[in-house]
């Protein structure tokens, strides 16, 4: 079996203007789909979810990740890895001063061992959100509706604008968040035409946020807000966290709470089963070989759980309380007018939360709303909102760099030590021209193609390129030459390898895994074939000549096997035999690793091979046959 790598184009039509949850912890992206005449949530490119994290980390490459797989180098890595970074947004370490001209200076993060502002670092995440859009769509999208905070004040969006620009998105609307959740559930819908009084609660990874909302046919206005920024999902994660390193020090006498990565691990451990006990009245911390003396699995309770945060939920009221009553000094809405409480965000699907609201606000349980899944509705509602704006052909904003040093590399997203110093020269003469005669709109035209041009080059380089030969070199060469003469120039596609890096091979049985391994290594950009023994495709001639192919061309080979017979088989012994015969293959022995799953043994491999005992359940297996690979 082939799994291919192949992008289908979608049939269906969708509005091309999106709907941006910049989250705190998590971000989501949405936009209406006129076949279903609905809105759709785009899932994450990488495992299937609607959510994706808001974590801009850094590869062992260099290069740098978004989403699940910085939240993966989070646990590895967490010097080089950037969280929560929305609450740094128009922070000022000195604040401007307008009566001495004095701009200010902004807070800076160290990322990559340069400091970034804030707003670079959420850039990273906007185009990655972008990218999952156009892949999903199927076209390029230039245009987006992002919700902020109600609390954001003149900086923070400022912030949140230029963070767009970064991306390359012309930024349609500031959607306050409280006003995006009412609207996807349908608000500003009302059937009569009075005024009617609700409140918002969105407490999500990061922030616990309190609004009071008008809503009346056609309108929704934010009356007050009140805000915790440090109040949230992740504060959940931390004292579970504590628990667990608590009880680790009760059982085994060792304090590991000034271990960063230790503290890492367990606090990503700890956000699973948080969401777990949302639904189950219990879980099972499970952390194999957290340390080489021993494993950890420590059950909690949800009334445990419940128990440990049950302070920080009190200090949630507070915000309800202090918006209630700026609320009725400034506008005169009494808490008795509040008619319901919507729920958003993550953290609010913990049932405690609606019992506690409920009993503090002396509603029944059911005015204590949560309309449409709490991660989604904002988003949702910006999509909704989106509908009202027409789609741009191009981005039409003011260009803005991320990290001037990089200039348009680290823009793109693009490493440039992955481009051949000769085609970086020629891109650095090229935008150089282009910057110095950009006086219209056909000047700017030029650019934004040549700025895709690079993007596509770096695509190329970074993921299928590696020139095998002199005539792809050259070929590349033509283009940018070609370039530089003016021409438009689009065809990169022309000199694209379709060579695996990578050849997967494994048994039926252990598929599963092999796919985990095939997934990972596709989501780092690693050109991968992956071929599953099965009888019927061994009697296929055409199937026969792709493997060959695919081994005469891959660079590395991963055996995943649980089973000594497949080890010991012709068909796999003859593939072994093409990477370890140096003289057939041109190859060093160390290419092929073979990662052992189940009972099966070192001993049973041939000798002189690079091996893996791979459990299932190490989370640091992936990160290790990267720094393989890359041997």
């Known amino acids: 079996m082939i799994v291919s790598n192949e992008l289908f184009t979608k049939t269906m039509a969708f509005h091309k203007v999106i709907g941006i949850d910049l989250g705190t912890t998590y971000s989501v992206v949405s936009t209406w789909d006129y076949d279903r005449q609905d809105v759709v949530v785009i899932p994450s490119a990488i495992g299937g979810s609607n959510t994706v994290p808001s974590i801009v980390g850094l590869a062992p490459d260099g290069n740098i990740i978004v989403g699940v797989p910085a939240q993966n180098n989070l646990v590895i890595d967490p010097n080089n890895t950037v969280i929560e970074v929305k609450r740094e947004m128009g922070v000022f370490e000195r604040e401007p001063n307008a009566q001495t001209g004095d701009p200010g200076e902004p807070r800076r993060i160290r990322f990559r061992g340069r400091a970034y502002l804030p707003e670079e670092i959420s850039a990273f995440i906007l185009m990655e959100l972008k990218r999952q859009a ?12 992002i919700t902020v905070p109600a609390y954001f004040k003149e900086p923070q969006k400022i912030a949140t604008a230029a963070a767009a620009a970064m991306a390359r998105l012309n930024l349609k609307q500031l959607l306050k968040e409280p006003t995006a959740a009412a609207i996807c559930c349908g608000f500003d819908k009302a059937c009569d035409s009075k005024k009617h009084i609700y409140a918002v609660y969105d407490l999500g990874g990061g922030t616990c946020d309190v609004s009071i909302i008008e809503v009346s046919r056609g309108n929704i206005s934010v009356i007050e807000t009140e805000s915790d920024p440090w109040l949230g999902g992740g504060d959940f994660d931390d004292l579970i966290t504590g628990y667990v390193l608590q009880q680790i020090q009760v059982k085994h006498n060792v304090d590991l709470s000034h271990n960063s990565e230790i503290w890492a691990r367990i606090k990503c451990e700890a956000e699973m089963r948080k969401r777990e006990l949302s639904i189950a009245t219990s879980a ?38 202090g ?15 509040i008619e319901q409480v919507l729920l958003v965000g993550g953290s609010a699907r ?15 349980e059911k005015d204590i709303r949560i309309d449409a899944n709490p991660d989604e509705a904002v988003s949702r509602g910006a999509a909704l909102v989106a509908l009202a ?7 039409e904003g003011k260009e803005k760099t991320i990290d001037r040093m990089q200039s348009y ?12 110093k000769e085609i970086r020269d020629a891109c650095d003469r090229k935008l150089k021209e282009l910057n110095e005669r950009q006086h219209n709109a056909r000047d700017l035209e030029e650019k934004q193609k040549f700025l895709d041009y690079l993007k596509e080059i770096h695509i190329a380089y970074e993921t299928l390129l590696r020139p095998k030969n002199r005539e792809d070199y050259d070929r590349i060469n033509s283009h940018l030459i070609a370039l530089e003469m003016g021409a438009d120039i689009r065809a990169v596609g022309q000199f694209q390898s379709t060579a695996p890096l990578v050849f997967i091979s494994a048994k039926s049985e252990d598929f599963g895994f092999a796919q985990q391994v095939y997934d990972f290594l596709v989501s780092r950009g690693v050109p991968t074939f992956f071929s599953q023994e099965s009888l019927p495709q061994l009697g296929d001639a055409d199937f026969r000549k792709r493997i060959d192919q695919a081994l005469d061309q891959a660079k590395h080979m991963i055996v995943v096997t649980s089973c000594k017979e497949y080890v010991e088989s012709p068909w ?11 003289k057939r293959s041109g190859r060093k022995s160390g290419n092929l690793i073979t ?10 491999l041939p000798p002189g091979l690079r091996y893996y005992q791979a459990l299932n359940h190490k989370p640091q297996i992936f990160e290790d046959i990267m720094r393989y690979l890359s041997h």
């Open 572 to 582: 796999v012994q003859a593939e072994w035999g093409f990477f370890i015969n140096e």
């Open 409 to 420: 590399y680290s823009l793109l997203g693009i490493s440039p030590s992955a481009i051949p």
């Open 284 to 321: 099972i911390i499970n952390l194999p070989f957290l340390t080489p003396q021993f494993n950890v699995n420590i059950p909690i309770a949800r009334a445990t759980f419940e128990s440990i945060i049950e302070e920080l939920l009190k200090e949630s009221l507070d915000c309800i309380d």
């Open 595 to 604: 990662l052992i799953v189940g009972s099966l043994q070192p001993k049973d």
């Open 323 to 337: 918006v209630i009553e700026s609320a009725c000094n400034r506008s005169g809405v009494k808490r008795e007018e």
């Open 134 to 145: 156009e892949n999903y769509i199927g076209e390029s999208i230039h245009d987006a509706v």
């Open 350 to 364: 913990i049932p405690r939360i609606r019992k506690l609201l409920a009993q503090h606000m002396t509603m029944p």
């Open 389 to 395: 704006y027409h789609s741009s052909e191009r981005f």
